[in-house]
């Protein structure tokens, strides 16, 4: 079935990078979109950025984009985000989700199951 | 960035009942708005995109309208799973962001 699976929990030191993965199953990968998405406890869903994974083109929101990198993997159908120079308020839980038939419909209707990031000294 | 505001923030209602949720946006968005549904502990839910296309599998009590700066989440006849919290997202251009969510509790 068609699925996205993120890789284990984190725990950081401010001030370091943390490098979430997200694999990609069941669909054809080089056709789809992939947004990341992070939720603080108890918070609303802050997006993160995006990559339409064909051309390998990635866009963030203006408060990340000096510190976010989104990037993928053809051979291992994995998308990666990357976020340096972490602090406390980057503790949350951070999401993968795809827009699979490559339609441009702008449809994120596969879900990763969640990374929990904790940045704590 | 484009912004997005949701009303209202907090609904209190009963099974049954038709639920409207409005999404405001800061600049005109053509019909590029897509609606979620989340759970506590859950990845959120794609309910409808492109403003007003039901997801495949979601039930049909669930429709979208809108165009430009306005759009409406409505729930023709609440049920007990519905209770949750929707968030709406505009897709427009390169740049995404979501509303800060309504959440939708019982009465």
């Known amino acids: 079935q068609m699925q996205l699976v993120q890789s284990g929990p984190e725990v950081k030191k401010p001030g370091t990078s943390v490098k979430v993965s997200c694999k990609a199953s069941g669909f054809t990968f080089s056709t789809s979109a992939v947004q990341w998405v992070r939720q603080a406890r108890g918070q609303r869903l802050e997006w993160i950025g995006w990559i339409v994974v064909g051309s390998g083109n990635a866009n963030c929101a203006q408060k990340f984009h000096e510190r976010v990198t989104v990037t993928r993997d053809m051979s291992t159908s994995t998308v990666y985000m990357e976020m340096s120079s972490l602090t406390s308020e980057d503790t949350a839980v951070y999401y993968c989700?795809?827009?699979?038939?490559?339609?441009?419909?702008?449809?994120?209707?596969?879900w990763g199951q969640g990374t929990m990031v904790t940045v704590s000294s | 960035d484009i912004q997005l505001t949701q009303s209202p923030s907090f609904l209190s209602a009963s099974v049954g009942d038709r639920v409207t949720i409005t999404c405001r946006a800061s600049h005109g968005i053509s019909s590029f708005l897509a609606w979620y549904q989340q759970k506590p502990g859950r990845a959120p839910k794609l309910l409808i995109y492109?403003?007003?296309a039901l997801q495949s599998g979601v039930p049909s009590r669930f429709s979208g309208s809108g165009s430009g700066t306005e759009f409406t989440l409505t729930i023709s006849s609440l049920q007990p799973e519905d209770f949750a919290t929707y968030y709406c997202q505009q897709l427009d251009g390169y740049i995404f962001t979501f509303g800060p969510g309504t959440k939708v509790d019982i009465k």
């Open positions: 492109g403003a007003s």
């Open positions: 989700a795809a827009e699979w038939d490559g339609s441009g419909s702008y449809a994120f209707d596969i």
